[in-house]
């Protein structure tokens, strides 16, 4: 192979093996051995939910272990072979050919190891994946009561990542509108893992596109050009950043979400290729002004739905086709934002850029130190760690995501303990290394609307609250003609209170509804005329109050319950959506709809 045939080379895993572990004896029996004999281990294709290879894996939460094979003509010496996972379930520990990798807790953002020493050529190298979906205590979201169901396994693509021994392991875009152009940062990670120091010259290069003019660099392909020399110690990373001066560039906007790709280029000092990486971007700005949020200077109202990514029969991993079809069906509903309860297939990002749709990204942090319960025990040591692991998650979400134009808030948890001391100290500890890393987007964390004391709202951009007067929180409406009082007047006083506690900032509602099975009408609760009547009514109250920037529909889709939930969510079935889990109907989407479609 040459140089040039293997920057970058790709190979994707498309199916493996699959053992389930439910004794926990895998590790005792060393089954990442080479010697372990695995050839009953059931077939399976890769990625997807482990809990649809059967039945009897609905729902499971345990252990389970994958073998995938590396053929060793893909194995290339003299070149740096990486191994990179989408994202798997919970713990992943990974051994190659009986050798530990490396160990990965977090079930929701990639990782990668460099597995260059662990090849050989000759026959069939076995990667050998434990998985561990069972919630902890101190893992995140920082609690075992959690909503959402913990499909298990591996849930997004596998890939072995050929290139050279020096190559580009990121390349941040921050892109700002200047005097009907842009300015273009680009900060590139090289990382050596050569015994020798490298030299060369990284090279951006921008096409303009026809419809942007005259570019200054080569009009003849109008192409925005830059370059800069670098040293890369051996086997260490170093960071490089240079910048581009667009003459022109239209901005990215709901209506037109112009993008723009960048190729960065890393050249050996004679101009030899040595490895290459393409990232998109778009130019825009967003921003608060007192009140008001600011999309390129211009205030919007936050018109949104809270989604979870599942999907009926794929779980969490779900075709590509069909993800870009529910997106396009949100954004033809007037909806102009999504707010997510954990980082989402990057798929999802990539079609939010193209269609023009906002993204408020969020770390998995849920429902942690019960807020409810103001006298609560707080184990310092365990919610240490899961903080530590939150503010891991929220750098890994932020290096992913940060050249998405759509995404314009990181928030750092939903409905948790912020109104505590220690919480209020975990949420300013968060927002301030979210800045650190990130400061062309807004930062806030989502609070329970009926508890009080969120201080660190006080360094948030937005103040965020799930509000449920009426449906959730007594007294409940259970006939149309009450939803007045019980939801319209109670949701408007407190959005009112709030607005007065945080002069200054705006407020953003980032949960409201009510269930609906689909089929039952009449005017009763449960029913769909009756979750379309709700939503209308609390919508009257957000657009009422000044202050108050808009607001998050609870939620898009019907979704699975956790099969260990309880309480107030009686079924397995969440019906919060107006459209079910297989993304039919409800007589809510066409209320829903006409509401977000008149607001211009």
């Known amino acids: 192979m040459t140089l040039a045939e293997a920057v970058p080379q790709t190979m994707i895993f498309n199916k493996g093996t699959f053992f389930t572990d439910i004794d926990n004896r895998g590790e005792q029996q060393e089954w990442f ?35 995938l094979e590396i053929e060793g003509a893909r194995v290339q010496p003299g070149y740096n072979q990486r191994l990179q996972f989408g994202r798997v379930s919970g713990q992943a520990k990974v051994w190659i050919n009986g050798e530990l990798a490396g160990e990965h807790i977090g079930g929701y953002l990639p990782f990668e190891y460099d597995i260059t020493s662990f090849l050989h050529t000759n026959g069939t190298n076995q990667v050998v994946v434990r998985v561990d979906n069972v919630p902890r205590s101190n893992w995140l979201p920082g609690t075992t009561l959690i909503e959402w169901i913990q499909y298990g396994g591996i849930l997004q693509p596998v890939k072995l990542v050929t290139s050279s021994t ?64 670098v040293v890369c110690p051996a086997g260490q990373k170093a960071f490089f950043t240079t910048t581009i001066d667009m003459s022109k560039a239209q901005l990215w906007t709901l209506e037109s979400p112009q993008l723009y790709d960048v190729m960065v280029q890393l050249l050996g000092r004679g101009g030899e290729a040595v490895d290459e990486k393409q990232e998109r971007f778009g130019v825009r700005t967003i921003e608060v002004q007192g009140t008001q949020i600011c999309l390129n200077g211009e205030p919007i109202i936050i018109k949104g739905v809270n989604r979870y990514d599942e999907v009926d029969g794929y779980g ?122 990130d400061s062309t987007r807004l930062v806030s964390f989502v609070a329970v609307g009926h508890t009080s004391g969120h201080q660190a709202f006080d360094e948030a951009d937005i103040v965020f609250i799930n509000l449920y007067y009426g449906s959730v929180i007594e007294p ?63 919508w009257q109250a957000i657009t009422s109050v000044d202050g108050v920037q808009g607001g998050l529909l609870w939620c898009w889709a019907d979704y699975y319950h956790r099969r260990t939930l309880a309480g107030a969510w009686s079924a397995a079935y969440g019906s919060y959506g107006v459209v079910t889990i297989d993304r039919q109907d409800k007589e809510a989407l066409h209320t829903l709809t006409r509401l977000f479609q008149d607001i211009v």
């Open 476 to 538: 409940f409406a259970y006939h149309i003609d009450q939803l007045n009082e019980f939801a319209t007047a109670p949701t408007a006083n407190h959005l009112r209170d709030t607005v007065a506690e945080f002069q200054g900032k705006p407020v953003v509602v980032t949960e409201f509804g009510m269930q609906a099975i689909t089929g039952i009408h009449g005017d009763h609760r449960y029913s769909e005329a009756f979750q379309a009547a709700y939503i209308e009514s609390v």
């Open 166 to 229: 020096c190559f580009i392991s990121s390349a941040a875009i921050e892109a700002s509108p200047d005097q009907g152009g842009a300015k273009v940062t680009c900060k590139v990670a090289l990382t050596n893992t050569e015994a020798a120091s490298f030299e060369g010259i990284i090279r951006l290069k921008i096409p303009a596109g026809s419809n942007i003019g005259n570019a200054e660099a080569d009009n003849a392909v109008h192409t925005y050009t830059a370059s800069i020399d």
């Open 33 to 67: 051995s080479l010697d372990y004999d695995k050839s009953n281990w059931m077939g399976v294709a890769v990625p997807g939910a482990w809990d649809f290879y059967s039945h009897a894996f609905w729902g499971y939460e345990g252990i389970g272990w994958y073998c």
């Open 316 to 437: 969490q991993t779900v075709p590509e086709e069909v993800i870009r079809a529910d997106l396009l069906k949100i954004k033809q509903a007037g909806v102009n934002c999504i707010r997510t309860h954990y980082p989402m297939d990057p798929l999802h990002m990539d079609i939010m850029d193209e269609i023009g749709l906002l993204l408020m990204e969020e770390i998995p942090l849920n429902w942690w130190l019960k807020p409810w319960e103001i006298d609560a025990e707080v184990d310092e040591a365990e919610n240490n760690e899961i903080i530590d692991r939150a503010e891991s998650a929220l750098q890994e979400m932020i290096e992913r995501g940060r050249n998405h134009p759509c995404i314009i808030v990181w928030s750092m948890c939903n409905e948790s303990g912020t109104n505590k001391p220690y919480g209020i100290n975990a949420m300013r500890r968060l927002m301030r290394k979210a800045r650190e890393l």
